[in-house]
């Protein structure tokens, strides 16, 4: 009996813009290449895995979705009577799926229990067409994040070029103020020829292209060495601190003699050297004997591919999910997968199906997964399962994250705690980023009347300064520091400039910042980045960490002196006057006015260095470029009524009550503005009313953390880095877990899909980029 429902009209091929997820499941990462394959719905093209879990099924049968083609993949087998030619990175042949492999596929139909529909009835050779040739979902996405969305702005739009004479005499083989020859950029404003920054790698320059800028305020240059004769250069805004492009660039080149016609590329793009650089960096894999480091597999050691410089995600996500709270949130083998219907778009779905993946030892299996074309020989490493449906939902609507490029692990760490706490959680299923969170207490005393004042801030991180000192004047060398020297300098007494709104003294505070509770685990980011012939460089300074248990109970900020006279609040709050000298220091870096006076004010008005760390870090701030209003609002906030779900989603993120309605107000209603409102408004103050609302919530909620001693904290995990900056290299992640039949803990490191046992931790732990410590 033929099937019904085969002949529907309503049945067509997927459009342009629609996702088909025909590679592997959209709620695991059962694929195309189990023995039972993957059923892609012929209604909405949702992959459905058809194994023990049978979600194909599931979908069927909360859906109503009939018909479904089974897709199977099989390995070709080749035959080679002498190696494979060795690949060019820059130049790889393509091979199509036919090359590679053999694919079958037939048409079933839950809804008349047949495997065997007729492929030919009605619209399905167009929807079966349709789905096998359509871009597949993972595909679709890297292809549009590997276009780089380089755009004009104002300065290359309205560029103004000065008038010249003899044009076509000017000297461009060299830089104009030093002897380089390569690394050249031209001034579109005045024909200037100056070098550029020096590269990661390793091309020369003296920035003297980024001292001209500065100098004339001329905005934008082009690398010359980039020009083509279709137009295509690199060009850069110094003023936008971005690549840019320019749509009269044969037009602003031609005016100071330089034409298309002809011209040929002599040197990499810009892009084409971080792609190259970071595809070099590389853990070794091998112990000081040259042995290859054991491969592990089981639960818990499953390894992730790397899609295109996604170290960072994948070092990220290994560590927050060996984690006690993100386990018992997301892995949930017992139970079916959340409703949805699109669950590649739903977070809590690809949270779960990343935790299954990672935790389950369902694909950690030795030499099961093994790539067709990997050579035999070679240690049986994982094939690793690729996160794609996770890595391109995480970055919807993030400038960065949304791209192929490599990323500051310790931004998207922050990236993805933000995301979780914005989703939904219950009292059964709370929020993990619970367990990281904290409260740090900041103290000023004024120097004049001793009067002070306490300031408390809920965390779910610490970023600290490791400090740098030289061995020698003559070596670049550092001397090894302790956790506990950073930790001491984060919690140091320091002075900084404020006026008194009680004496009305200008001789500053003391300020001095200490933990008022200890999260369950705490994330710590070590900073070594300094500021290196104009381009900020990671600085090699070795820490210590003890593999032992330390003792966080010193750091507790305790109990308030009775005696002390508190600072009365008042309207004007303190008046901050920038540093004259860091100012000019860090306005001579080329960063803006405001952004300055910001930086300076949040790491107390007196290292430009540590103002400078702060920038980078702070670069995609929504507000880095408004003026700094120190002054509190007044009144008329309380009046706008808010959402009191708005309010709740905030407050589950550890946010109080008070300062939820203060940026839902601020921010038009718009949670996730509100977010980035609290984070870059921590001196917005409370007036008298919202403080008490405030210390009600809080007494019914209680804080964040722990106050109470022992506070015994061990190294639980790390992120390592690789490379001369946190936008080109490599991550990696180390975490101390129970090796497959032994007792005792090990530390196992997550080399993207390899998972080895880690035989040189006490190397890593001294030039880890993170550290995550779990309390006792």
């Known amino acids: 009996m033929a099937c019904v429902h085969s002949g529907a009209s309503d049945l067509q091929p997927p459009g342009t813009s629609q996702a088909v997820y025909r590679e592997d499941c959209t709620q695991c990462f059962d694929s195309i290449d189990n023995d039972s394959g993957l059923n892609v719905c012929l209604h909405c093209f949702n992959g459905g895995c058809t194994g023990d879990r049978d979600h194909a099924l599931l979908h069927h049968q909360r859906f109503g979705h009939s018909l479904a083609l089974n897709i199977r993949r099989t ?53 079966i067409n349709g789905i096998m040739t359509a871009m597949t979902f993972s595909k679709r996405e890297e292809v549009k994040a590997w276009e780089q969305e380089f755009v004009p702005c104002e300065h290359t739009l309205c560029l103004t070029q000065q008038e010249t004479e003899n044009a076509a005499s000017k000297d461009s083989s060299k830089c104009s103020t030093c002897d380089l020859k390569e690394n050249l950029w031209i001034c579109l404003e005045c024909g200037n020829i100056g070098c550029g920054r020096s590269q990661f790698g390793g091309t020369q320059g003296n920035s003297h292209a980024l001292v001209h800028a500065d100098a004339s305020t001329h905005a934008v240059a082009v690398k010359l060495g980039s020009i083509t004769a279709e137009g295509s250069a690199d060009v850069y805004c110094y003023a936008c601190n971005e690549e840019r492009t320019d749509p009269e660039l044969a037009n602003h080149l031609a005016h100071w003699g330089i034409f298309l016609a002809g011209r040929e590329k002599t040197e990499k793009s810009l892009m084409e050297m971080q792609v190259e650089q970071n595809l070099q960096w590389e853990f070794s894999m091998t112990t000081e004997d040259g042995r290859e480091l054991t491969p592990i597999f089981g639960p818990g050691f499953t390894g992730l591919a790397n899609l295109g410089n996604s170290c960072y995600l994948s070092s990220i996500m290994q560590c927050i999910f060996s984690t006690a709270g993100f386990q018992s949130r997301y892995y949930c083998p017992a139970e079916e997968p959340p409703l949805s219907q699109a669950p590649a778009q739903d977070l809590e779905t690809q949270l779960r199906k990343l935790a299954d993946g990672l935790l389950s030892g369902r694909y950690s299996q030795s030499g099961s997964r093994l790539s067709p074309t990997r050579n035999t020989q070679e240690v049986a490493h994982q094939k690793g399962l690729a996160p794609a449906m996770f890595k391109y939902l995480i970055g919807q609507g993030h400038e960065e994250f949304a791209t192929m490029r490599q990323q500051d692990a310790f931004e998207f760490l922050l990236h993805v705690f933000k995301c979780v706490s914005l989703s939904n959680h219950s009292n059964l299923q709370p929020n993990p980023v619970k367990n990281f969170r904290f409260e740090v207490e900041q103290r000023l005393q004024c120097l004049g009347c001793k009067k002070v004042r306490y300031k408390v801030d809920e965390q779910d991180n610490i970023s600290i300064a490791v400090p740098g000192r030289r061995i020698s004047d003559e070596t670049d060398g550092f001397e ?66 003890d593999d032992g248990p330390i003792d966080f109970g010193s750091y507790l900020a305790g109990e308030h002196d009775a005696n002390e006279e508190i600072l009365p609040e008042t309207e004007e709050a303190v008046a901050f006057e920038p540093n004259s000298v860091a100012l000019d220091q860090l306005l001579g870096m080329g960063f803006p006015t405001v952004r300055c006076e910001k930086a300076l004010h949040a790491t107390g008005n007196s290292d430009p260095e540590a103002a400078m760390n702060w920038l980078f870090s702070h670069m995609e701030d929504p507000d880095i470029d408004e003026p700094l209003i120190l002054k509190k609002s007044p009144g008329g906030l309380r009046d706008t009524k808010q959402d009191e779900a708005k309010i709740a989603q905030l407050g589950d993120m550890g946010i109080e009550a008070a300062r939820a309605r203060r940026a839902l107000s601020a921010t038009d209603g718009d949670v996730n503005r509100a977010l980035d409102w609290v984070f870059s408004h921590p001196d917005e103050g409370l007036d008298d009313d919202d403080q ?85």
């Open 692 to 776: 008490d609302d405030d210390n009600d919530m809080q007494a019914q909620q209680g804080s964040a953390g722990y106050d109470s001693l022992p506070a015994q904290y061990q190294l639980q995990s790390i992120v390592c880095h690789k490379g001369t900056s946190v936008h080109a290299g490599h991550y990696v992640a180390v975490i101390r877990k129970v090796l497959p039949g032994q007792s005792g803990l090990s530390w196992v490191m997550f080399n993207d899909e390899k998972v080895v046992r880690c035989e040189d931790i006490d190397q890593m732990k001294k030039t880890a980029y993170m550290y995550f410590f779990t309390r006792l």
């Open 75 to 127: 390995p070709k087998r080749v035959q080679r009577d002498e190696p494979p030619p060795k690949i060019s990175k820059l130049a790889i042949t393509a091979e199509t799926d036919d090359d590679r492999y053999d694919i079958v596929t037939s048409v079933v139909c839950y809804s008349c229990g047949r495997h065997d529909v007729d492929k030919t009835i009605g619209n399905l050779p167009a929807v």
């Open 480 to 545: 090894a520091v302790t956790l506990s020297e950073c930790l001491d300098t984060f919690t140091a007494e320091e002075v900084v400039e404020l006026s008194c709104p009680s004496c009305n003294s200008r001789d500053g505070f003391s300020k001095r910042s200490s933990f008022k509770t200890l999260p369950q685990e705490l994330a710590i980011n070590a900073r070594r980045f300094g500021l290196v012939n104009w381009v900020p460089t990671k600085l090699d300074i070795p820490v210590i960490v």
